[in-house]
């Protein structure tokens, strides 16, 4: 009876890597966030306001910034609505692919 410990150790694997959030569904979801955050200049064209750059964060920060604005204890107005409809698994994935961002660039 070998495979009980290994279907174990796999499920274990498995949750660990959902907890962490998937790149691959962030990058989908994170279309919209680019408009903003554009990776290469840092600053909306119009109206022309400094946006902070969130690629290459550490997921553990980004995840705890959108959940401030999703409940409202950090206060700005837009990202209070780019975060409102966000779901626990989109803000985990969201990190995933934004802290991946910017390593390479
Ligand atoms: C309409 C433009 C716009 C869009 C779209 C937008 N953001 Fe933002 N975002 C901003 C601005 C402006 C700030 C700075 C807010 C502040 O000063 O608190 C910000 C702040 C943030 C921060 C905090 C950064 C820091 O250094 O503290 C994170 C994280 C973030 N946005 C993630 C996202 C994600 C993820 C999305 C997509 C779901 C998104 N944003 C969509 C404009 C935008």
């Known amino acids: 009876m070998k495979f009980i410990p290994m279907v174990l150790a796999g499920m274990t694997l498995w949750v660990g890597a959902a907890a962490a959030g998937d790149p691959e569904a962030g990058r989908t979801k994170a279309e919209t966030c680019l408009g903003c955050h554009g990776i290469q200049s840092y600053v909306n064209t119009y ?24 409940d ?16 626990d698994e ?14 390479d660039s």
């Open 47 to 70: 109206p022309t306001y400094h946006v902070p750059l969130i690629g290459g964060q550490h997921a553990a920060y980004l995840e705890a910034a959108l959940r401030a604005y999703r």
């Open 72 to 87: 409202g204890s950090r206060e700005h107005p837009t990202m209070q609505a780019n975060a409102a409809n966000l779901t």
């Open 90 to 103: 989109d803000i985990a994935d969201l990190a995933a692919y934004l802290a991946e961002l910017g390593s």
